[in-house]
């Protein structure tokens, strides 16, 4: 196979498929898997996808006692993902509840200390990190084009 031609979607499919197998054979942590998955649908040549796949045993030599996988159609509806995304998002709503509870009970200290009116200023670290992280919860963070 030539490093330099374009690969085509079958290619990139190809390796997809095998990066899959290969997650779900404990042979890749999730990380790897989703740095490669961008990587193959990423890439241009079949240069770009070799380098992909090829620390993993080839699947017809690992002596999986399975049948080979059949031929896609393209029909058929791709494996769930991780909902790594939401996870994430749930410690970010988590780290800034936390950023702004305790932002709020300094303030609250403060406060009683000078025994007066003091600026609300917890507002600027809790607004713009609430409406950045609002906003990615309502909208999503992964715009794919």
Known sequence: MDP??????A???????R??????E???TVEEFAERLDAAYEARTHGDLVPLTSDLPDPARSGSAGPPPAARSGDEALPARRDDE????RAAWAVWTTAVFVNVAIWGV???GVQGRV????IWVAGPWGAVLLA????????RG
């Open 136 to 143: 990615r919860t309502l909208f999503g963070s992964r715009q």
């Open 4 to 9: 330099f031609v374009r690969a085509s979607d």
């Open 110 to 112: 403060v406060s009683l």
């Open 86 to 89: 939401g996870r994430g998002l």
């Open 11 to 17: 290619d990139r499919d190809a390796v997809a498929e």
């Open 26 to 28: 404990g042979r890749l």
């Open 19 to 24: 990066l899959r197998e290969a997650h779900a």
């Open 119 to 122: 600026y609300f200023w917890p």
